[in-house]
């Protein structure tokens, strides 16, 4: 039986591929990690990440509500452990890394029976050529149990989410010694399990300060590839991305519905960007790319992001167990229930890191997203002609397109440094979209074209 996630060998394999055909361009070939990168991605240390967890599980329990003045237990020591972490690798960073611990006091709401501080602890890479241009990981440190407001028993939250905080700590450590050319942000942010809390402060914070976040990255429930059947897929991880932005205008929705647009939002393009540079040898890995916000009915903190009008997507394991999540500690007719550290697959989640870690050093050293992006509808014909903003930095730009049930992008055309081309295709039987090409040869996540 086929795969079903996708991976540089089964990028265009699709059959709804084939049509139209057309000899004009090539047919997409992934981009390939260079050097640089695939050293970066031999450093990602399963033993690194196993020591992580088990520290944050050792602070008992990391509940947003939890002590936060004992020194080895609760989420105050939780978050000066990862802020002492992350600050000794800003120490060997030559000055590129700088860790803060932005704080805020969380008023009473329906998960904070009392006014608590919540704290993210940040660790920011300033990039080398365009620092405006800022991308955001997170995980989230703290914990919970059955009951969402017992903040006194143990919650090791060893999955839930200690392997997405620890794997944002390990790329830390291994982004310190680096420069990218735009800002990256690695994050732990506190009070995801009291309603998105901590990501939410982050992200309007970013936005209050007209930070352009051009990407972000959320990784929660990192820790396994086995699910509550004994299923495994250890080489295989999800990412979910949400369809048309809730932040655009009633205009721009209807626009974007009315042109069959509505499977190529910012964060889904973002998604078929990580699946393009992370899926391949390098990481060992395959990205099942799934076109919702999240898992049913659920959310996390991408959803705060999403919310401010920044791209954002969701990395999680492929097969979920629910016994060792939101669960008291205990032992049923020897079913074990908890999030405890026994049911963390460390390698797997080294693997997830590496594909957060090909995403991101891929997005910080390409150029931005292409600015104004449109598509000339004056005139009736089979011509297309695409315009947008030349970006003199840029080396030069291409025009991607695919079937309009391809589920990603299948044809490539690179077309130089200019800011429009007219191209002997249908834009009523493709999907098109612009991406700038680097110097360094790495390639931006395509824009989709809106009338002019």
Known sequence: MPAIATNDKTYTSCKAASWPSYSLGQELKPQAPDRELRQMLSEVDPKRIEANIRKLVSFGTRHTLSTQTDPKRGIGAARDWIASE?????????????????????????????????????????????????Y??????????????????????????????????ELARILSTRQPKATIILGAVAGEEQGLLGSAFLAQSLKNSSTNVEGMLNNDIVGSSTGDRGQRDPFTVRLFAQGPPLTESAPVTARRLQIGGENDSPARELGRFAVEVAANEATQMNIAMIYR?????????????????????????????????????????????GDLIEFVDFDFTARVGRVNLATLWSLANAPGMVKNVTVDTSTLGNDSKLDWVVDERVGDYEVVWRSTISPFWTNVIRVGKVGSVTLPLSKDNVIFGVRAVGKNGYRSPAVLPFPA
């Open 136 to 169: 955001v990981i997170t995980g989230h440190y703290d914990s919970r149990v059955t009951d969402v407001l017992d903040y006194e028993s143990d919650a090791p939250g060893a999955n839930d989410d200690a392997s997405g905080t620890a794997l944002v700590i």
């Open 293 to 337: 916000l999240d898992r049913f009915l659920r959310g996390g903190d991408h959803s705060s992001f999403l919310a401010a009008g920044f791209p954002a997507i969701r990395f999680t394991e492929p097969n979920e167990n629910f016994n060792h999540q939101h669960q008291d500690l205990r032992t049923v007719n020897g079913t074990v229930f």
């Open 86 to 134: 992350m600050s000794k690798y800003a120490e060997k960073s030559g000055g590129r890394m700088t860790v803060t611990v932005p704080s805020m006091i969380q008023p009473v709401a329906s998960r904070v029976p009392f006014p608590v501080k919540l704290s993210n602890v940040l660790a920011t890479i300033k990039g080398s050529e365009e620092p405006e241009r800022v």
